[in-house]
């Protein structure tokens, strides 16, 4: 296994990092987003509570490119179906990575509404919320606190057009 180390600076990606270690060659035709090159962090919470002198690291997958550790094996996916040619493969995977990337520019945007305290209030009374349990659309400059329709909570909104 190698070490740290051994790394090249700039991450090149999983493939060529760890490419004396899996089934590619030199013709093999690397797809990347330069996924992987994740960092370690300490835990401070849990580590020190464990028996013994235990460090513990956490891996934060969270920072590869579209935010899943699943773009380490869509990586090699992606790469070995278009080196056998199924172009019909590496263009599914290839939109799955898209779809995933998505998913995190949603994720990274509500979470910073979630931190500034304005996920499900703060904005004008032109403002659509449609609850997802039942669809009912409220107009507003936040969410009912109860939707008037189904009473599931506030939570089950979310503003129209905020994400797509
Ligand atoms: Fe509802």
Not at 57 to 71: A, H, M, Q, R
Request: charged residues 25%.
């Amino acid at each position: 296994m190698p070490s740290v180390l051994s790394h090249h600076w700039p991450w090149r990606g999983v493939i060529e990092e760890y490419r004396e270690f899996l089934p590619v060659s030199e013709d093999t035709p690397v797809v990347t987003l330069l996924e992987g090159g994740t960092p370690l962090i300490e835990s401070r919470a849990i580590g020190p509570s464990l028996p013994g002198r235990i460090r513990l690291l956490l891996k934060y997958e969270g920072v590869n490119p579209t935010g899943s550790f699943k773009d380490r094996g869509m990586t090699m996916a992606i790469t070995k179906a278009k080196e056998e040619g199924d172009e019909a493969a590496a263009t599914l995977f290839h939109e799955i990575a898209e779809v995933e990337e998505k998913h995190h520019e949603r994720y990274v945007k509500l979470a910073d509404r979630l931190e500034q305290g304005n996920l499900l209030s703060g904005q004008s009374e032109e403002t659509e919320w449609k609850c997802l349990n039942c669809g009912y659309i409220h107009k507003g400059s936040e969410a009912p606190h109860v939707c008037p329709v189904c009473k599931k909570p506030q939570g089950w909104y979310m503003q129209i057009g905020f994400v797509r």
